[in-house]
């Protein structure tokens, strides 16, 4: 479908319970974050730095600010404008709902879409903007073929919609037998182009018949590669420059590994080489055995976690960065890990430097016993895969970390440690200072979906405008 240009309009709450139900429906390839259990105060000491000399206790969050009464001499307090760094939120409790958070002001802007239900974001080139995937919710279909129609459109921070990028079925009927679905989509970093994952089979009866990683352009329908043949993909992820698409499938002897191909199947390259095959987990829970590969900025190499299946109902997992190339293909092994299987093991790549050198990622656990909740933040080297800062969660508020994010780069991160709220904190890795941030008008996160971090070299809000405007006819 081609693009259409629109009027910069303010988004609308129009919201029904039918929006819910499709968006329930249409959300087969999210995953939803489970707040781990309340650990206790203490824990053990870092593995590999000294804790803060003193970490600040977090004061009282102030009250939201009251809304102004209707008199002729009040009138609404005007939003300041963003700074940054930023978050994008997605929440999922009642209403679909995305936040932006600035992490410097500690103010959450909450954005809402006329006829649509946001399904997820994805920031463009400097962070001035967004694509947002919605269901549209203005031709509901509760009877057969019961299609599902995504929009994905492109917005300014205040949420105007400034264009219509593509629109697509998320979900069809084929003659009444077989069933056709996308999960893992992802726009290209130019816009030009829409990758998924593409399943077929029965959809209420969870038979697949096969599944494939498509790549669609949003200026010509028409045009479309399936870069790989029937396989069982789940995780893409496009290159910085948005020529290559990195995705998992299983090689010839069943076992799951990651590939790099040009985006219409060309050059495809195998960039993991593991030997055996892990038994997965059940298919209501396919997808979590593997992460989202992330590309380092520079686009040479990728990081990912990998969650092993192991006897009964334990788990262990390993991270590992490769190179695009397929030549390169190393295991971090944090000191300070279990080296026994362990009740849940779940791991995270945070973000790479700007210069590609390190990554940070953060690594959660629940031991055999069933014990406490352990979350500890590592800074890696890209080169030799070893650990040169540790965070452990006994050193933060609360006992642990719910959630761990860029601020602007990966030596300052946020870190949230409230399982309902956030008690958000800005910790330095340099100087291994915490610094609370109270925020206004906290976000709802009851039922979290996705955070997306802006990019590292957002302008500020006033930047974006003024370069709106220059641009504009």
């Known amino acids: 479908m081609s693009r259409r240009k629109l009027p910069a309009t303010k988004p609308l709450a129009i919201w029904c319970a039918i929006g819910l139900i499709l968006a329930a429906c249409a959300r087969g390839g999210t995953t939803t974050e489970a707040s781990p259990p309340t650990p206790s105060a203490t824990r053990g ?14 004061s009282a969050i102030p009250a939201q600010s009251p809304t102004p009464t209707n008199t002729p001499f009040l009138s609404p307090t005007p939003e300041p404008p963003l700074v940054g760094p930023l978050v994008a939120i997605v929440s999922d409790t009642a209403k679909p709902t995305m936040y932006i958070l600035d992490m410097t ?18 920031w463009i080139g400097d962070g001035c903007q ?33 264009e219509e990028v593509f629109t697509y079925p ?35 009866n969870q038979q697949l018949e096969s599944v494939d990683v498509e790549v669609i352009s949003t200026r010509n329908e028409g045009q479309r590669y399936v870069l790989t043949d029937g396989g069982d993909a789940a995780h893409i ?23 790099v191909a040009n985006l219409d199947g060309t050059g495809k390259v195998q960039v993991t080489h593991f030997t055996e ?16 590969p992330v590309w380092s900025p520079d686009g040479r190499l990728l990081a990912f976690s990998y969650k092993l299946t192991d006897e009964g109902p334990l788990r262990t997992g390993s991270v590992w960065i490769v190179s695009a190339t397929g030549d390169r293909q190393i295991q971090v092994i944090p000191e300070g890990l279990p080296e026994e299987p362990v009740k849940e093991w779940l791991g995270t790549i945070i973000g790479w430097s700007e210069d590609s050198a390190r990554l940070a990622l953060n690594i959660g656990l629940i031991p055999q016993d069933g014990g406490e909740y352990i979350t500890t933040v590592y800074w890696i080297d890209a080169v030799s895969g ?11 508020p609360k006992g642990y970390i719910d959630q761990v994010f860029t601020a602007g780069g990966i030596n300052t991160l946020a870190t949230r440690t409230g399982a309902g709220s956030w008690d958000l904190y800005l910790y330095d890795s340099l100087t291994g200072s915490l610094e609370y941030v109270p925020v206004q008008n906290q976000p709802d996160i009851r039922q979290l979906l996705r955070i997306i971090e802006s990019p590292y070299n957002f302008p500020g809000e006033a930047a974006c405008k003024a370069q709106a405007d220059i641009q504009a006819p």
């Open 237 to 259: 992820a496009w290159s910085p420059d948005g020529t290559r698409l990195a995705f998992d499938d299983r090689d010839a002897a069943g076992v799951r590994q990651f590939y």
């Open 130 to 162: 967004l694509y947002v995937t919605l269901l549209d919710t203005s031709q509901p279909s509760l009877e057969p073929p019961y299609t599902d129609i995504y929009k994905v459109v492109r917005t300014d921070l205040e949420g105007n919609i400034l």
């Open 386 to 396: 070893s650990a040169f800062h540790v965070l452990n969660g006994s050193e933060v």
């Open 277 to 292: 095959a892990y038994p997965d987990v059940p298919y209501a829970d396919s997808g979590l055995t593997l992460s989202d």
């Open 170 to 204: 998320q979900f069809r009927e084929v003659g009444g037998e077989r069933d056709v679905w996308r999960t893992s989509t992802a726009i290209s970093p130019t816009g030009d182009w829409l990758a998924s994952v593409v399943k077929s089979g029965d959809f209420w």
């Open 105 to 122: 002001l500690g103010f959450s802007r909450r954005l809402q879409f006329e006829g649509g239900l946001i399904v997820q974001a994805q």
């Open 45 to 58: 000491q870092p593995a590999a730095t000294e804790a803060p000399s003193e970490t600040p206790k977090p």
